[in-house]
């Protein structure tokens, strides 16, 4: 295996830290059959980007937005309908590094779910999560079929502000408390994995150079070179689901 070398130094790292996190990207899901947006390959690549204004026009007209995500485009975009993808090696080996206590906390920049279906439990969703809704106001969020979705836009129960996909839309904030865990725990962390990601979203990419500010270490796990490939301590130019479970094993070993 061309890269074992890198396995074994990468968990000599994870195993001389205290508080590892590991922060994901597309590459996770690309081995599930969810094609990732950017990238060869990637559906905007093919497609064109969705409007960059995306969440002002859903603030302009809420009911247009639900119309038209309930219409018959809407499982158009992905590859495999999100539904029907399933979790990876790769899913589930991070799934067992927090069961084994060495993965403290996961966040992800996925919005299918496949972490919590692999069994991953501290799960940060900093795009959202596809599965569910999301309040705009109190920012309460609700499983995806618990509005009867009568009228249009629904609104949440807890305060009437209008509910919209969980999943974050290009100009739509990071929401607040997202955000403020990630922060927490990338300043908790001494040693981050960055796992399928090309680490150029903000502000997802400023969590590892958070890290490797206060001491700690990056490892990356991706086949090609991506932007922090120069200040990673480690890298592993592999797919997550083909190095992962090895990963694992290693550190089991260990
Ligand atoms: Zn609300």
Same mark, same amino acid.
């Given at each position: 295996?061309?890269?074992?070398? $890198?396995?074994?130094? &990468?968990?000599?790292?994870?195993?001389? #830290?205290?508080?590892? +996190?590991?922060?994901?990207?597309?590459?996770?899901?690309?081995?599930?059959?969810?094609?990732?947006?950017?990238?060869?390959?990637?559906?905007?690549?093919?497609?064109? /980007?969705?409007?960059? !204004?995306?969440?002002?026009?859903?603030?302009?007209?809420?009911?247009?937005?639900?119309?038209?995500?309930?219409?018959?485009?809407?499982?158009?975009?992905?590859?495999?309908?999100?539904? $029907? &993808?399933?979790? !990876?090696?790769?899913?589930?080996?991070?799934? $067992?590094?927090?069961?084994?206590?060495?993965?403290k906390v996961l966040i992800t920049q996925n919005v299918d779910n496949l972490?919590? +279906?692999?069994?991953?439990?501290?799960?940060? /969703? =900093?795009?959202?999560?596809?599965?569910?809704?999301?309040?705009?106001?109190?920012?309460?969020? %609700?499983?995806?079929? #618990?509005?009867?979705?009568?009228?249009?836009?629904?609104?949440?129960? !807890? @305060?009437?502000?209008?509910?919209?996909?969980?999943?974050?839309? %290009?100009?739509?904030? =990071?929401?607040?408390?997202?955000?403020?865990? @990630?922060?927490?725990?990338?300043?908790?962390?001494? @040693? =981050?994995?960055?796992?399928?990601?090309?680490?150029?979203?903000?502000?997802?990419?400023?969590?590892?150079?958070?890290?490797?500010?206060?001491?700690? +270490?990056?490892?990356?796990?991706?086949?090609?070179? #991506?932007?922090l490939s120069d200040i990673c301590d480690v890298c592993i130019r592999a797919?997550?689901? $083909?190095?992962?479970?090895? %990963?694992?094993?290693?550190?089991?070993?260990?």
């Amino acid at each position: 295996m061309a890269y074992i070398n $890198e396995i074994r130094e &990468a968990a000599k790292l994870v195993l001389s #830290s205290n508080y590892v +996190v590991a922060l994901t990207g597309a590459g996770v899901s690309v081995e599930s059959g969810i094609a990732p947006f950017r990238g060869p390959g990637g559906l905007w690549t093919k497609y064109g /980007e969705p409007p960059m !204004n995306g969440y002002r026009r859903f603030l302009a007209d809420p009911k247009g937005y639900w119309e038209e995500r309930l219409g018959p485009r809407k499982r158009r975009r992905l590859g495999i309908p999100i539904n $029907e &993808a399933k979790p !990876n090696p790769g899913h589930f080996a991070l799934a $067992e590094m927090e069961g084994i206590g060495i993965l403290k906390v996961l966040i992800t920049q996925n919005v299918d779910n496949l972490h919590i +279906v692999a069994g991953s439990r501290n799960v940060i /969703e =900093i795009h959202g999560n596809s599965y569910k809704l999301r309040c705009v106001d109190c920012g309460a969020r %609700f499983d995806r079929d #618990s509005f009867d979705l009568l009228e249009l836009p629904p609104k949440c129960p !807890n @305060c009437t502000g209008v509910v919209k996909g969980d999943a974050v839309m %290009f100009g739509e904030p =990071i929401p607040s408390d997202i955000l403020r865990k @990630c922060k927490e725990e990338a300043g908790r962390s001494d @040693c =981050i994995l960055v796992i399928g990601t090309s680490a150029i979203v903000h502000p997802a990419a400023s969590l590892p150079l958070m890290v490797k500010r206060s001491g700690g +270490v990056i490892i990356e796990v991706n086949p090609r070179r #991506s932007e922090l490939s120069d200040i990673c301590d480690v890298c592993i130019r592999a797919p997550s689901g $083909e190095a992962l479970p090895v %990963f694992v094993l290693e550190l089991a070993r260990a």
